[in-house]
């Protein structure tokens, strides 16, 4: 059976769209820690793999999406084991206008990204993490209540992060409207949304509300090598 392209979408976003990004070492692959914290082994990774993976990951802690039978092997450290699901955009209705309030956020909003993503906490969000691009949010007397953009991007498929919106507006509706206008501008570009949600978020029933569609469990998980 041949692989999907969401089996693992950072090892292949790594190889493909995000190639600029990549630091490599054999079969390891990462991006730069202030992008995103992500990297990517073989699912049936061998001893060379993870030394290759202990090489590019230094002093940093990688996070790996991987099936949930994944097991990390000694000499690692684990700080996060989660379970993770991820849906496809099969049924989302991305019709209509883009709505007067929401903005393009790029690389002069960063200060306010983190300001909200500190906040609010989404999901990693770094400093250059707005390299992705595709990033829209509502912006009220100067300040972002709220926001959405583009992550790992293979082939076919651009993922939906950081989802977010201050405590004080939330309940208007801002990221159903947000995660709209971002699939919106990916199914203009010619590709399909997707996107994850860890297991017990309660924001995976306004995804399924809006149309999105389970596609596979996985699991993230957070590893660093231990140190002597």
């Given at each position: 059976?041949?692989?999907?392209?969401?089996?693992?979408?950072?090892?292949?976003?790594?190889?493909?769209?995000?190639?600029?990004?990549?630091?490599?070492?054999?079969?390891?692959?990462?991006?730069?820690?202030?992008?995103?914290?992500?990297?990517?082994?073989?699912?049936?990774?061998?001893?060379?793999?993870?030394?290759?993976?202990?090489?590019?990951?230094?002093?940093d802690t990688i996070a790996m999406f991987v099936p949930s039978e994944f097991r990390v092997p000694h000499g690692w450290q684990t700080h996060l084991d989660l379970g993770l699901t991820q849906l496809t955009d099969d049924d989302v209705d991305t019709c209509g206008e883009r709505l007067s309030d929401i903005v393009d956020l790029d690389e002069t909003d960063v200060t306010e990204m983190l300001?909200?993503?500190?906040?609010?906490?989404?999901?990693?969000?770094?400093?250059?993490?707005?390299?992705?691009?595709?990033?829209?949010?509502?912006?009220?007397?100067?300040?972002?209540?709220?926001?959405?953009?583009?992550?790992?991007?293979?082939?076919?498929?651009?993922?939906?992060?950081?989802?977010?919106?201050?405590?004080?507006?939330?309940?208007?509706?801002?990221?159903?409207?947000?995660?709209?206008?971002?699939?919106?501008?990916?199914?203009?570009?010619?590709?399909?949304?997707?996107?994850?949600?860890?297991?017990?978020?309660?924001?995976?029933?306004?995804?399924?509300?809006?149309?999105?569609?389970?596609?596979?469990?996985?699991?993230?998980?957070?590893?660093?090598?231990?140190?002597?």
């Amino acid at each position: 059976m041949n692989a999907h392209p969401l089996d693992d979408p950072i090892g292949l976003a790594l190889r493909t769209r995000h190639a600029h990004h990549a630091l490599a070492k054999g079969t390891a692959l990462r991006y730069p820690s202030d992008v995103a914290p992500f990297g990517s082994i073989p699912f049936d990774a061998t001893d060379d793999d993870w030394a290759s993976l202990a090489t590019i990951a230094g002093a940093d802690t990688i996070a790996m999406f991987v099936p949930s039978e994944f097991r990390v092997p000694h000499g690692w450290q684990t700080h996060l084991d989660l379970g993770l699901t991820q849906l496809t955009d099969d049924d989302v209705d991305t019709c209509g206008e883009r709505l007067s309030d929401i903005v393009d956020l790029d690389e002069t909003d960063v200060t306010e990204m983190l300001r909200l993503t500190s906040l609010t906490r989404p999901g990693p969000f770094l400093p250059r993490t707005v390299e992705f691009g595709g990033y829209v949010g509502v912006v009220e007397n100067g300040r972002l209540m709220a926001m959405a953009g583009r992550r790992l991007s293979v082939p076919g498929w651009v993922e939906i992060s950081a989802v977010c919106a201050d405590p004080e507006v939330r309940g208007r509706g801002y990221a159903r409207r947000l995660i709209t206008e971002v699939a919106r501008g990916i199914r203009l570009d010619g590709d399909r949304a997707f996107l994850h949600v860890a297991h017990g978020n309660p924001a995976r029933g306004l995804y399924e509300a809006m149309g999105f569609v389970v596609r596979r469990d996985s699991k993230v998980v957070d590893v660093s090598p231990s140190r002597a």
